[in-house]
């Protein structure tokens, strides 16, 4: 939580009538050097701001001095909240600003010539990531792997859940330089959608991100002696549920899914019944246990099978992932261009209409 304060703005002068200054705004930029909410705590631990007061109005300036404004940086994909939950704001690009708190306006003879206060606001900043690509899947899945075999990053890779607890952007690059991000994230639990486990910190991530790519391990996964052990296809079900639950139009996003770790020795028996099981969702989701069943199912893009440990797949996932991205994006400007000249058609007609009764 950040503390911001808004100093009080100029003094006017009523026998010259001069208008005092505003007070200076506290607001946010995002700035694509500033990386993580870290480097903000680091940068400012007391978490207050205080705006510059306005200027007095004299003989000598009638119209006072605006206030200093206090622009703290920030990464891009930051969500501005009030204490009370209300969304003031986002920054998504480079350079956007979100005024946090505004300075008061200067005296003058509609506030009796005294400057008058400026917000006080306690406020929250929320990140989240935004990246071309989302890495969705339980934990021990493989997905940190996966992103190191496919991108130049180096997430912790280990043989326990949980490896990953914040989220990692790598970068995949292609021959002719082009360049897709993709964000491995914490792995979710049965219960994500209700914060359980990592919760909410895993599944707001999902919301930037263009695309969606489910990663599951072959042979299945158990937190603990303590949980049930789920197959392939039922991690492909309850990751389903628990995007569903947490925001219904996630699972309208485009998709791919990977079963990972084919390099396994049981994933030869396992494979090719799931593969067929997978390429029949809708009948098949009604084998399974009812609360495990998702209400909408996903409609993969593809459905690729690889071993991410040692490669096996991976080049043909790589190049999958950037035709499905470029097929949605062009998709995204035929659709805008449509609205684009149909609004264009609409101007043109209210224009008519305006000559014929004038």
């Known amino acids: 939580m950040l503390f911001t304060c808004v100093i ?9 009538g001069g208008i005092g200054g505003q007070g200076g705004d506290v607001c946010v930029e995002s700035k694509l050097q500033t990386r993580a909410l870290k480097a903000v705590r680091d940068a400012f631990p007391e978490k207050r701001f205080i705006a510059g007061a306005g200027g007095n109005s004299s003989h000598k300036l009638l119209l006072g001095r605006k206030g200093k404004d206090v622009v703290i940086p920030v990464p891009l994909g930051i969500s501005v909240y009030t204490d009370s939950g209300r969304l003031i704001g986002e920054v998504l690009e480079d350079g956007d600003k979100v005024v946090l708190a505004e300075g008061g306006e200067g005296g003058g003879p509609h506030n009796g ?22 890495l969705v899947g339980f934990p021990n899945a493989g997905k940190s792997t996966l992103v190191s075999a496919i991108s130049r990053a180096t997430p912790k890779i280990a043989n326990y859940p949980f490896t990953t607890l914040r989220p990692e952007v790598g ?16 792995g979710l639990i049965e219960g994500a959608h209700i914060n359980i486990g990592l919760g909410y910190k895993f599944l707001k991530h999902v919301e930037r991100t263009k695309l969606l790519l489910f990663v599951v391990d072959v042979c299945g ?5 303590k949980s049930y052990f789920r197959s392939a296809l039922e991690m492909v079900f309850l990751l389903n549920k628990e995007l569903e639950l947490y925001k219904a139009k996630l699972v309208n996003k485009p998709a791919v899914l990977v079963i990972n770790k084919i390099d396994m020795p049981s994933a030869r028996d396992r494979l090719p019944e799931l593969m067929d099981n997978l390429n029949n969702l809708p009948d098949v989701v ?3 246990a009812s609360e495990i ?46 609205a684009r000249d149909g609004q264009s058609k609409t101007n043109k007609l209210h224009r008519a209409v305006d000559v014929r009764f004038v």
């Open 171 to 186: 970068i995949m690059e292609y021959e002719d330089f082009r360049k897709i991000s993709l964000a491995d994230l914490p």
């Open 293 to 338: 069943q998702p209400e909408t199912l996903i409609k993969f893009d593809d459905i690729i099978a690889i071993s991410a440990k040692q490669g096996t797949g991976v080049g043909k996932l790589k190049q999958r992932l950037r035709e499905v991205l470029d097929f949605y994006d062009e998709e995204l400007r035929m659709e805008e261009e449509i």
């Open 221 to 225: 996964f158990q937190l603990s002696q």
């Open 113 to 134: 010539w005294s400057g008058a206060k400026g917000q006080v606001r306690n406020i929250n900043l929320d990140l989240k990531i935004i990246a071309d690509i989302g």
């Open 8 to 16: 009080v703005s100029g003094a006017g002068q009523p026998r010259y």
């Open 286 to 288: 009604k084998s399974v």
